[in-house]
């Protein structure tokens, strides 16, 4: 098992272990995504036409306005949510949402997280411990 | 995070379980980002259209609303964003009724709590400007750009739960914005172009916050010719903040922390240039058709000015597209009073008030009323749109007429 582990400066939530799926890319629920289904629906999105659910997003910083901050609750509410968000750099509106929509997270490594961490990696994201580790 | 007495008997339950709540959600976020303390505010102004809510979201609001022990209203003025419709005309936009009936539901809650119906995304031209060195706990991200940059004040992005939080305990956690450090200069950026139109200074905007890039970010900006008017700056940081997430810019020579570069920026700050070239590059791209479904004049709501600017164009015209210009209750009654209003719905357009196009249900609308290709001034609307599954386009105020009086638009 190759195990690579990553600490983080910002850390939010309790541990959870999924699937990555990554781009070096913005979010913003509002601008990037279609709730409903649960994929990327902004055309230029690095990660268009792609599902969100229940994956890690490794993504590099947080766009857009504020309504991020009400729609990670509601988007848990149905349970087309990410597992988690890991993010290079994070704005206060995600950390707000997820604190409302109790959505795991970790932001700010020591180096670029979208080119360190494989697509389709299976990865433990722990807040506690700040700790984003790669385990398969 | 270091808590005063009245703190530690808010989170200790003995104001009630509402402001407990709250406080345990400031300090959630407060510690994650390393705040030690807290940081009184004086206004909160609150986004929460039922789009975003939905009605997890409005269940959430009524629960905390139907608490009766304690103090459950907010103790500092609190007012709110835009609604996510006009009740008035909620047929033009093919809004149904289950929307409709959630957003009285969340406004039923919000009024139980106290807050201020306002409903508006220019309440610093239109309810009560923030003040140099003001904390306040704004929401918008046009609002907290505005408020930070031109007024001096100081804010961090507060969406709606960290902004209602900060209404019920009167304070928010201390770090960003609220913080001197935070608020010099990250880079420089020379701009050789000054546009006059509004989508102009929105194009700018964006040209700008895609540079800058994440909300951490201050840029400081020289070059600009003249004395900028409120409602460009109004499109030049709604946008900025749209495009790159940025919350704080200074103008050299112009903002109130700015007085000379020296001021917030330390020597040798990297510096780059922003030509005209740049600007009509990020307008040609969402020149993507020549055809209009709709045109939007919207985010942020018009001022009165824009609004007689907009009649002015629309006397003697007819409309073969819908046109649709949004703005704030407070606005709203003074252009019906000078007739703008009537001006402009004369020529078939229609004056829209209390919402704002996306935070409307954008979606829904488009596909209920088949409207794709949408005309309009605002750089931050086309940036938000597309995500939505519209063709945006961006053009000035005339060109954004002209098109809903032939059903194209003029490329330029």
Not at chain 2, 176 to 193: D, K, N, S, W, Y
Request: glycine share 10%; with cysteine.
């Amino acid at each position: 098992m190759n195990t690579r582990i990553f600490r983080a400066r910002h850390a939010m939530g309790r541990t959870v272990r999924g699937p990555t799926l990554v781009a070096k890319d913005g979010f913003s629920a509002r601008y990037d995504l279609d709730r409903i289904n649960g994929i990327f629906s902004r055309p230029s999105h690095k990660l268009a036409g792609q599902s969100y659910v229940g994956k890690i997003l490794v993504l590099d910083t947080a766009k857009g306005g504020v309504a991020t901050a009400w729609m990670l609750h509601e988007m848990q509410s149905r349970g087309i949510v990410p597992l988690a968000l890991v993010l290079n750099s994070v704005n206060p509106i995600l950390a707000q949402g997820a604190a409302l929509g109790d959505v795991s997270m970790l932001a700010g490594f020591d180096e670029d997280i979208t080119a360190a961490i494989p697509n389709g990696a299976k990865v433990e994201v722990n807040p506690e411990m700040g700790l984003l580790t790669v385990v398969d | 995070m270091k808590l005063t007495d009245e703190e530690i008997d808010i989170l200790a339950g003995k104001a009630g379980p509402v402001p407990q709540q709250a406080l345990r959600h400031q300090i959630k976020v407060g510690e994650f980002f390393g705040a030690e303390d807290m940081v009184p505010v004086t206004q909160a102004h609150l986004m929460a259209d039922t789009e975003s809510l939905g009605e997890a979201g409005v269940r959430w609001l009524e629960g905390l609303a139907a608490i009766v022990d304690g103090q459950r209203r907010v103790r500092i003025p609190t007012i709110t964003d835009p609604r996510g419709t006009d009740f008035a005309n909620a047929d033009l936009l093919g809004q149904t009724s289950a929307m409709l009936d959630l957003e009285r539901r969340a406004i039923s809650a919000f009024e139980a709590l106290g807050v201020a119906m306002t409903n508006t995304c220019i309440n610093y031209q239109t309810i009560q400007a923030p003040t140099r060195n003001e904390h306040v706990a704004f929401g918008d991200t046009g609002v907290v750009i505005y408020s930070n940059s031109i007024c001096g004040a100081r804010s961090n992005f507060e969406g709606g739960p960290s902004a209602l939080a900060a209404g019920l305990t009167g304070r928010t956690p201390r770090y960003g914005f609220h913080l001197p450090e935070m608020r010099r200069a990250t880079l420089r950026i020379h701009v050789e172009f000054t546009p006059t139109s509004l989508n102009g200074w929105g194009a700018l905007g964006g040209v700008i916050g895609r540079i800058a890039g994440n909300y951490w970010a201050v840029p400081v900006i020289e070059g600009i010719e003249g004395a900028p008017r409120s409602d460009q700056l109004k499109h030049f940081g709604a946008s900025m903040a749209s495009f790159g997430s940025i919350a704080l810019f200074h103008l050299a020579g112009l903002t109130p922390e700015a007085g000379k570069l020296t001021d917030v920026a330390a020597p040798g700050l990297p510096g780059l240039r922003v030509t005209r070239a740049d600007v009509d590059e990020l307008q040609r791209s969402y020149h993507t058709d020549d055809q209009v479904d709709v045109v939007v004049f919207s985010a942020p709501q018009l001022s009165l000015f824009e609004l007689s600017d907009l009649a002015g164009l629309c006397d003697g015209r007819r409309f073969a597209v819908p046109l649709l210009a949004v703005t704030s209750p407070q606005v709203k009654p003074d252009a019906d009073r000078m007739g703008y209003t009537a001006r402009i719905e004369a020529a078939g357009g229609k004056v829209l008030s209390g919402m704002c196009f996306y935070q409307s249900y954008a979606r829904e609308i488009s596909e209920a009323m088949g409207w794709k290709r949408l005309a309009t001034n605002s750089a931050k609307l086309v940036n938000i749109l597309g995500g939505y599954g519209y063709r945006p386009m961006l053009a000035s105020m005339e060109s954004c007429v002209d098109a809903a009086v032939s059903g194209k638009l003029a490329r330029t």
